[in-house]
């Protein structure tokens, strides 16, 4: 075996630099200065006698081979995150560090109410979360960037293993101008495509409105403008529109200070599923399990 081996910091490094095609975004990501990140890239190219990457003022190129040793580099970054998960799983459960994606529009509605209670009944876990849309967390999942992934489902995530929180059932909000207008159960096809306004493409609850919905033409005639579900609160508030909300953002005081009214969705399957998910394999899928019991219990 050669003495001289890359060493895991700088093949993160060049993973890195591969995903952002940017030395500051790359360093950044790495949490170390971009000084410290170039350096350890050309210690790396150094090691192997070769050039990885062509540096330009303008544009990160990556050379044929630097694409195939980024490649094979998150293959091995792969399997030194299942050796630390396999220490962690044989130490003591949920204590230690642990990566958590949130989707958006789960994040500001139920982590307040569930981190005070987690933190009390596992105090040596130390929690980090990563706010992403659904796509771009389930990559960051199989990508070992993140342990597990707190999602609505259903959604195709790859290869991953879950663990059902509860049912997110999904209201239907109007101006409070027009509360004579619908019933206290609101119809799925009573709802006018024409004004009704969704999240933009990215966030996975889009899909779970149209699929509650059971109606094709709305996801064409729908304007999709909004970026956030407070976003789309506003809009309805001021008269733009229509929209679905989960329930969990309307108890959490999304419509507080605002006229707009929600009722229950009347559909064949008026809800989403909140879920952990974590990869298939994962040597600690029954701290996964624990992580998923916990939070049912203190949602």
């Known amino acids: 075996m050669s003495t001289y081996l890359p060493t895991l910091k700088q093949l993160q490094?060049?993973?890195?630099l591969q995903e952002h095609g940017h030395f500051g975004n790359a360093a950044e990501a790495c949490f170390v200065t971009q000084s410290t990140l170039s350096a350890g890239l050309r210690e790396l190219e150094s090691l192997l006698g070769l050039?990885?990457?062509?540096?330009?003022r303008r544009v990160v190129r990556f050379t044929p081979v630097g694409e195939r040793i980024a490649k094979q580099a998150r293959r091995?970054?792969?399997e030194a995150d299942v050796l630390t998960d396999l220490a962690r799983a044989a130490g003591k459960p949920l204590?230690?560090?642990?990566?958590?994606?949130?989707?958006?529009?789960?994040?500001?509605?139920l982590l307040p109410r569930l981190l005070p209670k987690l933190r009390a009944e596992w105090p040596d876990l130390k929690l980090y979360l990563r706010e992403e849309v659904t796509a771009s967390a389930c990559d960051s999942l199989q990508r070992g960037r993140l342990d597990c992934v707190l999602l609505a489902l259903p959604y195709r995530c790859g290869d991953v293993e879950s663990a059902d929180l509860f049912e997110d059932k999904l209201f239907f909000a109007f101006?409070?101008?027009?509360?004579?207008?619908?019933?206290?159960?609101?119809?799925?096809?009573?709802?006018?495509e024409r004004e009704l306004l969704l999240l933009e493409d990215g966030h996975c609850l889009k899909d779970h409105a149209l699929a509650a919905c059971n109606r094709p033409?709305?996801?064409?005639?729908?304007?999709?403008?909004?970026?956030s579900l407070h976003t789309l609160v506003q809009m309805v508030d001021n008269g733009l529109g229509v929209t679905l909300l989960p329930e969990m953002a309307i108890e959490a005081g999304i419509l507080n200070?605002?006229?707009?009214?929600?009722?229950?969705?009347?559909a064949e399957k008026p809800s989403r599923r909140i879920a952990l998910a974590w990869r298939k394999g994962s040597p600690r899928a029954k701290e996964f399990e624990l992580l998923a019991s916990a939070l049912k219990k203190a949602a």
């Open 217 to 227: 033409e709305l996801g064409a005639e729908a304007a999709m403008l909004g970026t």
């Open 257 to 266: 200070g605002t006229s707009v009214q929600a009722r229950p969705l009347d």
């Open 175 to 192: 101006p409070g101008s027009q509360k004579d207008s619908f019933a206290l159960r609101v119809p799925a096809e009573e709802i006018d």
């Open 51 to 56: 050039t990885l990457v062509e540096r330009t």
């Open 95 to 109: 204590s230690g560090e642990l990566r958590m994606g949130v989707i958006p529009t789960i994040a500001p509605f």
């Open 76 to 78: 091995v970054l792969a």
């Open 13 to 16: 490094y060049l993973v890195a």
